[in-house]
């Protein structure tokens, strides 16, 4: 039966039916082999099995996919006969296929390779006389058993302890041999692992190692399928947005080998350093071994270029004699296999304008490339390949501004040890500097407990011999991840560097012992809980905990920061409550405040006490006389904001906090309030009693605390202008704008409104001279956002507060929203945390119906955002196309909102 829809596509040097803009159908790989193909590189022949095939198996199962496709998949192994010359499971020179897995973005949960497939017990003789070489022939085969078995039947280790059964009897077989390597094993020890290994499969499975090699292929085949659907691919997708209904294709490829002998080599290679960003061709190979040797990090890799090897030699501290008798590069190894994979590198690099990640292998001789992609790297070294790229003219500035993910430049702004307290620090071990940053915690070796730990309230480091996708989770919570072993492509490193996490892998002189859960350096042993810090970007570890400082940032920042100015429509300003803080901002751009929270002005130095009094205030005499006190702190306070801000628009917000949050609610802290303010303890007690609140959140707060006591909002009122007037009389360009929080009727901003307009007129009369300052309200209640018209009609400008409406709209306390959204993230109930990602059906819909209609009620009203969603990229962009005139979020996330505003212009 043959189906009108086409599932497998070709890709070879005679037909090629792909091409790079098809991922959606085969794959990221997939496209970009047959985009190789098709640029005259050269990749072992094959062909993709579509994404289309796998919604196919996911909605109607394996018998019904097979029907479909069982055709196409025949021919297209017999023209990968046709071009090798050799036949699928032919015993004498039998063909052998790679299996891997290929979905639209790279999915390290899934399942991934399965290579040599197609032997057993004939065909392995037949290889091992076309290779004319038993011992390679052999150890592919025990290789194939131990991938299949693991990944297509399933076979997993019985105990957190047994790490990996097969791992299990190779270092028992190498025990009774005597032996330390793999590579030390002997034809008949590899036979004797094949006999083994197929026992353990039928003991444990219950079920005979398949010989037939269609039976193997279909196997794999419906395995990648599967794998799609299992609960690591299910986490990866969770974390990373990838949406289910993508599915994987699966890739057939003919077999090429990279332990044939000393001619022969497999390896990985990044266009650029995909941790610094540097424009320097690196990457890591292993003669005569295959793909998954450098992957799982067991032997110690080499590198690609001199400059790379000499670079690894310092910090592995070895010395150049030694670099160039053990660890040449394959500049210097195969100058001429080198130059081909160097030409191979431009012409991918230039092809796709992005830095690229490659994987070859070297078959006696002879090069071959197994996959490109765009390579994952560091937020720096997306910064820096971005600007660079564009000074190098291979991207226009748009290009270069949608390179760089927002989120990413958290990266960047990340702590670096203290400089003084990292050179007290004891060095114990060194790695490869995987995934930069610093990091320290308590080391924790199983990524179950990191996460209960974590729940704990502890930070760790987690500590393993290497990282596979179930530690996933462990991995994503804790502060940085040691590895024993691993090159810089080693699970843990792609991992880490995807995650922005603090990573150091293949540090070999940490011997981990999972059973006794010790890490042993030397002759010191470490225990679970130890203290521990990494230096990702260097590879060193130490011992203890070292404090951390803010990380320096580099002129390419700069110079994609100003780029963002060219392409942003919106504004971005910062929510900052200090001048230190206001200057932070301004230093990453903001170009203004857009909130300034006066509460967390009352709790600094000795203002407290007279805000308690206040609060204690019998009548408004009494609180008259406390707020007398308060002035000229916040007088104070307001003068700061307004110098560190020069020419640019502060908004300061009108008290907003219930009262209650002023005093201390247990009994120790009201007696020593009531002894440093001379009152009786009864007397405390009894107005933190008047002031409790069964809904805080929805009670005495807000303007409502500014109806009850207006003396307050005079106070803050006079506060401000009065620091304005100061500030101007000192030549600085002043720009205040009074904000009324927490409003939900037109009568509540006039009240407020009146009492600010009459103390600002008074002060202008005392002084004798005037000052322009804007009076506005904040929209965080659903009803002022629908009445938003007639509140423009009376207020000048709009803050959303997206907390509070989000709060409010969803009925989601802020408070509690914490022990039940997990279970609402999980089901898939809201897509995102609605605190972190603004609802856009809900919370949004309201922002855009507000700024409309405040728009026509007064035309050029100024709208902006000043919840926490102001510094959510997602959340910026639909601020961007809901018209607002900027956002506001704290200091650090400015360059994000920056980028993030960028990008959405450039999306439009
Ligand atoms: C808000 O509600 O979004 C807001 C900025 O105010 P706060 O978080 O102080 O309530
Ligand atoms: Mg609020």
Redesign the pocket.
Not at 800 to 805: A, K, Q, S, V
């Given at each position: 039966m043959s189906s009108p829809v086409k599932y497998v596509y070709a890709f070879s040097a005679a037909l090629t039916e792909g091409e790079a803009a098809m991922k959606n159908l085969l794959g990221g790989k997939g496209a970009n082999l047959a985009e190789m193909c098709r640029l005259g590189i050269t990749v072992p022949p094959g062909f993709t099995i579509s994404t289309e095939a796998c919604t196919e198996f996911t909605d109607k199962g394996q018998a019904h996919v097979f029907e479909l496709i069982r055709d196409e998949v025949a021919q297209g192994v017999a023209r990968v006969e046709g071009e090798m010359g050799k036949r699928f499971g032919d015993p004498a020179d039998p063909l052998l296929l790679s299996v891997r897995s290929g979905a639209r973005a790279s999915m390290p949960g899934m399942m991934d390779t399965i290579l040599n497939l197609g032997l057993n017990d004939e065909a392995v003789v037949g290889l091992a006389r076309k290779a004319n070489n038993e011992r390679f022939a052999w150890d592919s085969y025990r290789r194939f058993i131990q991938m299949y078995g693991d990944v297509v039947m399933g076979l997993k280790p019985v105990s957190k302890e047994e790490h990996d059964p097969f791992e299990v009897i190779i270092d028992m077989v190498k025990e009774k041999r005597g032996v330390k390597l793999d590579t030390d094993l002997g034809t008949d020890d590899l036979k004797e692992l094949v006999q083994r290994f197929k026992s353990l499969i039928r003991a444990r499975i219950g079920r005979d190692f398949p010989t037939d090699p269609w039976e193997q292929l279909w196997g794999a085949v419906f395995a990648v399928f599967e794998s799609w659907n299992n609960d690591r691919a299910k986490v990866y997708r969770e974390l990373n947005d990838i949406p289910q209904s993508w599915g994987t294709a699966v890739n057939v490829q003919a077999m090429v080998f990279g332990n044939l002998g000393d001619s022969s080599a497999t390896g990985v290679a990044f266009s650029r350093d995909a941790g610094t960003g540097e424009d320097l061709f690196n990457g890591e190979f292993l003669i005569n071994a295959q793909g998954e040797d450098v992957v799982a990090g067991v032997r110690t890799p080499q590198q690609i270029s001199r400059l790379g090897s000499q670079r690894w030699a310092q910090l592995a501290l070895v010395n150049e004699e030694e670099r160039r008798s053990q660890f040449p590069s394959l500049e210097e190894l195969m100058p001429d296999i080198y130059q081909q994979l160097l030409k191979a590198e431009t012409l991918l690099e230039n092809h796709f304008r992005d830095m690229q990640d490659m994987e070859f292998t070297i078959q006696e001789g002879k090069l071959w490339m197994l996959q490109t992609r765009n390579g994952k790297r560091t937020g720096a070294a997306m910064v820096r390949i971005a600007v660079e790229m564009l000074k190098q003219g291979m991207i226009d500035e748009k290009t270069a501004l949608l390179r760089v993910a927002p989120e990413r430049l958290n990266e960047l702004l990340h702590p670096v040890f203290d400089t003084h307290a990292v050179k007290a620090a004891k060095v114990i071990a060194r790695g490869l500097p995987a995934s930069p940053g610093a990091a320290t915690g308590q080391i924790v070796f199983f990524a179950d407990e990191a996460e209960e730990w974590v729940k704990q309230g502890k930070v760790v480091i987690l500590v393993r011999l290497e990282t596979s996708p179930e530690d996933l989770r462990g991995m994503s919570v804790a502060q940085g991840i040691l590895t024993a072993r691993g090159g810089m492509t080693s699970h843990a490193a792609v991992v880490a560097r995807g995650m922005g996490k603090c990573c150091i892998s293949g540090a070999g002189a940490v011997h981990v012992d999972y059973k006794a859960r010790t890490m042993t350096i030397g002759d010191t042993v470490y225990q679970e809980g130890d203290w521990l810090s990494l230096d990702g970007s260097t590879g060193e570890v130490f011992e203890g905990r070292i404090p951390t400082v803010e990380a320096g940032l580099s002129g390419d920042f700069g110079a994609l920061m100003a780029l963002t100015d060219k392409y942003k429509r919106l504004h971005v300003r910062a929510?900052a409550d200090t001048p230190d803080d206001a200057k932070v901002a301004r230093n990453f751009g903001a170009t203004g405040i857009g909130?300034c929270?006066t509460e967390h002005m009352f709790f600094a130095g000795d203002r407290i006490l007279a805000v308690r009094e206040m609060i204690l205030a019998n009548d408004e005499a009494g609180r008259r006389k406390a707020l007398a006190k308060l002035l000229p702190m916040q007088r104070g306070d307001f003068e700061g904001m307004f110098r560190e801000m020069n020419g640019l628009p502060v908004t300061i917000r009108l008290l907003?906090p219930p009262l209650h949050e002023f005093i201390p609610h247990d009994e120790a802290g009201q007696r020593t309030m009531a002894n440093e303010m001379g009152v009786p303890l009864g007397k405390i007690k009894m107005r933190v009693e008047e002031l409790h609140e069964f809904n805080p959140m929805m009670g005495h707060r807000g303007c409502r605390l500014g109806i009850s006591y207006p003396e307050i909002t005079e106070m803050q009122a006079r506060a401000v202008i009065e620091a304005a007037l100061n500030m101007k009389a000192r030549g600085f360009e002043v720009k205040a704008e009074i904000m009324v929080?927490l409003v939900g009727t037109v009568r509540e901003f006039d009240a407020q409104a009146k009492v600010i307009r009459q103390t600002a007129a008074a002060v202008f009369a005392e002084r004798g001279e005037q000052l322009e300052y804007l009076l506005g309200t904040?929209i965080?209640t659903p009803r002022a956002a629908v009445i938003a018209d007639s509140i423009a009609r009376q207020a000048e400008f709009f803050s959303?507060?997206?907390?509070?409406?989000t709060q409010m709209t969803l009925g989601f306390s802020r408070d509690d929203a914490g022990k039940f959204l997990p279970d609402y993230l999980r089901k898939g109930i809201y897509e995102h945390d609605p605190f972190r990602s603004i609802d856009q059906k809900g919370v949004g819909a309201l922002v855009e119906m507000a700024v409309r209609k405040g728009q026509q009620a007064r035309p050029g009203i100024e709208t902006g955002v000043?919840?926490?969603h102001g510094g959510d990229p997602a959340s910026v962009e639909f601020f961007h196309g809901a018209g607002l005139d900027y956002v506001s979020c704290s200091p650090f996330r400015v360059p994000i909102a920056r980028l993030a505003a960028a990008q959405a212009a450039i999306r439009e």
């Open positions: 929510n909130l929270r907003d929080p904040m965080e959303f507060g997206t907390n509070d409406l000043c919840g926490e």
